[in-house]
């Protein structure tokens, strides 16, 4: 069975630290991976998303960057936080291939504290 | 930008009583999907619709999609005090790749 992993469940940074989020999938190949941000008591805003190792798709501009090194491996890095960038975030995947009608799965999320 | 918006943000209800939350979109949909998320956990995927049906079902959920209003419904009957969380209708584009949620529903049922 597939399943995905998401670590730390929670972190708290300082401003201007690096950051490094990473999501492993186990159980399939090929997964289309996202990265979603949720504010509190918001809905989920997608930040990226990969069809394919080396392939990274940004939906909005972020003091944020998502790599693929992996076909199973998704980070969301960030060389310099701010105070804005606090948040849950929460990687996700989907069977790739090319077929629609298909559920993201997702991980437990980390909430991000930067002080 | 989202591309769902839920109705209401919030709804709070007596056991037993029926839940119906709505969603809206903007643009043209391959399927809706609606999703729960216990407070600070993960989503969890409990029913999709395709552009081309009207309704679903499984279980106590119920889902409309009217997609020449680019609107759909989840109806939740006989709710649980267990029901309590946050519901999401999500919308996955044409094109297949991107899955996009909206701002959700804050669903409590007292018992």
């Known amino acids: 069975s597939q399943t995905i992993h998401q670590w730390p469940a929670t972190l708290v940074q300082p401003v201007g630290s690096p950051l490094s989020l990473e999501c492993t999938v186990e159980?399939?190949?090929?997964?289309?991976l996202y990265w979603y941000r949720q504010a509190a008591g918001r809905g989920l805003q997608l930040l990226f998303y990969?069809?394919?190792?080396?392939?990274i798709s940004s939906e909005v501009p972020q003091n944020l960057s998502a790599s693929r090194p992996q076909d199973r491996q998704f980070i969301l890095s960030s060389k310099k936080l701010l105070l804005s960038d606090s948040g849950f975030y929460l990687c996700?995947?989907?069977?790739?291939?090319?077929?629609?009608?298909?559920?993201?799965?997702f991980g437990q999320g980390t909430r991000l504290t930067v002080v | 930008s989202q591309q769902g918006e839920e109705d209401p943000q919030a709804l709070s209800i007596q056991e037993g009583e029926n839940a119906t939350m709505n969603c809206s979109y903007k643009?043209?949909?391959?399927?809706l999907q609606w999703y729960r998320q216990n407070s600070g956990r993960g989503l969890v995927h409990l029913i999709l619709?395709?552009?081309?049906?009207r309704e679903k079902h499984s279980g106590r959920l119920r889902v409309t999609l009217d997609t020449s209003k680019k609107s759909s419904s989840l109806l939740i009957t006989a709710s649980r005090a267990a029901d309590t969380a946050s519901y999401f209708c999500?919308?996955?584009?044409?094109?297949?790749?991107?899955?996009?949620f909206g701002a959700g529903t804050r669903l409590f049922v007292k018992a």
């Open positions: 996700a995947w989907k069977l790739g291939g090319g077929n629609m009608n298909t559920e993201a799965f």
């Open positions: 159980g399939t190949s090929n997964p289309n």
């Open positions: 990969s069809v394919g190792i080396g392939q």
């Open positions: 643009t043209s949909i391959n399927n």
């Open positions: 619709i395709r552009s081309n049906e």
């Open positions: 999500a919308t996955v584009n044409t094109g297949g790749f991107k899955t996009i």
